[in-house]
Antibody, heavy 114, light 111 residues
Framework: QVQLQESGPGLVKPSQTLSLTCTVS??????????WSWIRQPAGKGLEWIGH???????NYNPSLKSRVTISVDTSKNQFSLKLSSVTAADTAVYYC??????WGQGTLVTVSS | QTVVTQEPSFSVSPGGTVTLTCGLS?????????PTWYQQTPGQAPRTLIY???TRSSGVPDRFSGSILGNKAALTITGAQADDEADYYC???????????FGGGTKLTVL
């Protein structure tokens, strides 16, 4: 059964770039025709889809975040990554990675603060 | 901008049946939107219950079911239990540009 684990800094300064990695285990990120997603949830609020990447490398992003988001995949490490630039306090949230939108990681809290 | 709508809160008695809905601010939900439902308890990641309208995820009890009711997607819980008390989210696929949009969630109380 596929498992996903997010990792990255828990604290990012305003205006800097948030970088997270999702490590996939229990299956190759190259196998199957899946897409790999990032979703976030501010404390006490709802879920927000950030974007996803197909194994082929093609991406789709939330229009509201598109100008600041980059999702990439590293098949050699069985990982995919999220970069969110020019962060503000409004980007403080638990960030989840998922295969499609079905199998989720446990999430990692990222706080934007100086 | 299209908004995915859910009831903010709902209450059900233990053993009772409750139907939560997932709609669109403009238009009707169909199977083409691949409705997906999640259950989230405090401090936990969302757990996928139902995907592509009515397919239960592995290990999900059959008292959880998904459907299209009228112009909305629906999640029905039959024989509610105390540990069904949680936040429930739906998500819809709105096309290759917007892709996935989540509803605001429904806080379900079992009492």
């Amino acid at each position: 059964q596929v498992q996903l684990q997010e990792s990255g800094p828990g604290l990012v300064k305003p205006s800097q770039t948030l970088s997270l990695t999702c490590t996939v285990s229990g299956g190759s990120i190259r196998s199957g025709s899946y897409y790999w997603s990032w979703i976030r949830q501010p404390a006490g609020k709802g879920l927000e889809w950030i974007g996803h990447i197909y194994t082929s490398g093609s991406t789709n992003y939330n229009p509201s975040l598109k100008s600041r988001v980059t999702i990439s995949v590293d098949t050699s490490k069985n990982q995919f990554s999220l970069k969110l630039s020019s962060v503000t306090a409004a980007d403080t949230a638990v960030y989840y990675c998922a295969r499609e939108i079905l199998a989720w990681g446990q999430g990692t809290l990222v706080t934007v603060s100086s | 901008q299209t908004v995915v709508t859910q009831e903010p809160s709902f209450s059900v008695s233990p053993g009772g049946t409750v139907t939560l809905t997932c709609g669109l601010s403009s238009g009707s939900v169909s199977t083409s939107y691949y409705p997906t439902w999640y259950q989230q308890t405090p401090g936990q990641a969302p757990r996928t219950l139902i995907y592509t309208t009515n397919t239960r995820s592995s290990g999900v009890p059959d008292r959880f079911s998904g459907s299209i009711l009228g112009n909305k997607a629906a999640l029905t819980i039959t024989g509610a239990q105390a540990d069904d008390e949680a936040d429930y989210y739906c998500v819809l696929f709105l096309g290759s540009g917007i892709s996935w949009v989540f509803g605001g969630g429904t806080k379900l109380t079992v009492l």
